[in-house]
């Protein structure tokens, strides 16, 4: 899978991304870097809740597919006004808005396709990707993904949550993740472009989360009343 990411600044400034994506296992395909910035270390404000060892992984995997994203936008404002494209083999999307909102969809294929064993969770949702997806969309499409999970376990005999009970706790660790990342680029980054791309995600965290533990599934229930008679 590839996307081509095109932010176009009103002053002519064009910034271009190309995310390569493994079509099997859907994971990121980096360019190698001769050097790593010191931010990307995984010691460097690591997660409170990473499982990884920093003698076996001396680099923070969302830290190291994001460096260039950083590298670009480190003197951006975050609500700068761009025209946003995005470019995948099938589809074309295009919007005028914040830069956040163009850097949210970004690093939402960045950051669950990299190899950090929190966000893994979340990689099969780059298989349907939308960009500028509503909450209650990004809400519709976590949910059908967790709820397939569950078929696939129980297909090779392992328990299954069919009452979604575990999409509570992992909306959580996402957000701690989050939380956590946005602390390690506010020390590395002087603007707070991406630090606000990931607020974007933080809130379809929270919106996963909350649906949940205060029953806000009735909207989405609707939508299945032919399979409800």
């Given at each position: 899978?590839?996307?081509l990411?095109?932010?176009?600044?009103?002053?002519?400034?064009?910034?271009?991304?190309?995310?390569?994506?493994d079509?099997?296992?859907?994971?990121l395909?980096?360019?190698?870097?001769?050097r790593?910035?010191?931010?990307?270390?995984?010691?460097?404000?690591?997660?409170?809740?990473?499982?990884?060892?920093?003698?076996?992984?001396?680099y923070?995997?969302?830290?190291?597919?994001l460096?260039?994203?950083?590298?670009?936008?480190?003197?951006?404002?975050?609500?700068?006004?761009?025209?946003?494209?995005?470019?995948?083999?099938?589809?074309?999307?295009?919007?005028?808005?914040?830069?956040?909102?163009?850097?949210?969809?970004?690093?939402?294929?960045?950051?669950?396709?990299c190899?950090?064993?929190?966000?893994?969770?979340?990689?099969?949702?780059?298989?349907?990707?939308?960009?500028?997806?509503?909450?209650?969309q990004?809400?519709?499409?976590?949910?059908a993904?967790?709820?397939?999970?569950?078929?696939?376990?129980?297909?090779?005999k392992?328990?299954?949550?069919?009452?979604?009970?575990?999409?509570?706790?992992?909306?959580e660790?996402v957000?701690?993740v989050?939380r956590?990342?946005?602390?390690?680029?506010?020390?590395?980054?002087?603007?707070?472009?991406?630090?606000?791309?990931?607020?974007?995600?933080?809130?379809?965290?929270?919106?996963?989360?909350?649906?949940?533990?205060?029953?806000?599934?009735d909207?989405?229930?609707?939508?299945?009343?032919?399979?409800?008679?």
């Amino acid at each position: 899978m590839e996307f081509l990411y095109r932010f176009s600044f009103p002053n002519g400034t064009l910034k271009l991304f190309h995310i390569v994506v493994d079509d099997d296992t859907l994971s990121l395909q980096l360019r190698p870097r001769d050097r790593q910035p010191d931010w990307t270390r995984l010691g460097f404000e690591q997660c409170t809740h990473c499982p990884l060892d920093e003698g076996e992984h001396p680099y923070c995997p969302a830290a190291s597919a994001l460096v260039e994203v950083v590298e670009q936008f480190k003197d951006c404002r975050s609500s700068q006004a761009v025209d946003i494209e995005i470019r995948t083999q099938s589809h074309t999307y295009t919007k005028r808005g914040p830069l956040s909102l163009g850097m949210s969809s970004l690093v939402a294929v960045c950051m669950p396709t990299c190899g950090c064993p929190v966000l893994d969770k979340l990689r099969p949702m780059v298989y349907t990707h939308l960009p500028f997806a509503t909450l209650q969309q990004n809400l519709h499409r976590q949910l059908a993904t967790y709820m397939l999970a569950q078929h696939f376990r129980a297909r090779r005999k392992l328990k299954p949550d069919w009452e979604m009970k575990g999409l509570v706790g992992l909306s959580e660790d996402v957000r701690t993740v989050n939380r956590c990342f946005c602390q390690r680029l506010t020390a590395a980054c002087p603007n707070d472009a991406t630090v606000n791309a990931l607020v974007h995600l933080d809130c379809f965290a929270d919106n996963a989360s909350l649906a949940m533990k205060k029953k806000g599934l009735d909207q989405v229930e609707r939508c299945f009343a032919p399979f409800l008679k």
